[in-house]
């Protein structure tokens, strides 16, 4: 029996990205929330949400949940994400 050892490092190194611009304000903006689909995140969502809705007066929330908890986000719902001003990601449990 043998054992692989995986590197988890991207191949081409974290030089090529950047984070991304902070946003003046939240106001008027449209947010993206990516929940892993395990029960603990719709309560905490929802409170989330509210907050966002409520205090920091954003437009709109939209909210996905991933088809398969442990695998990455799927691609169509990263192009989505395009049109967002700013994306949370959150894992519950």
Do not use: C
Request: proline residues 2%; charged residues 25%.
């Amino acid at each position: 029996m043998s054992i692989e050892i995986l590197d988890p490092t991207h191949e081409t190194g974290s030089a090529e990205f950047r984070a991304a611009e902070r946003l003046k304000s939240l106001e008027g903006a449209t947010i993206g929330i990516i929940s892993n689909g395990k029960k603990g995140t719709k309560i905490f969502f929802d409170a989330f949400e509210n907050e966002l809705m409520q205090r920091h007066h954003v437009a709109n929330v939209v909210r996905i949940t991933k088809t398969n908890y442990s695998a990455p986000v799927d691609r169509a719902l990263l192009d989505d994400a395009q049109k967002w001003n700013a994306l949370v990601a959150g894992i519950g449990d």
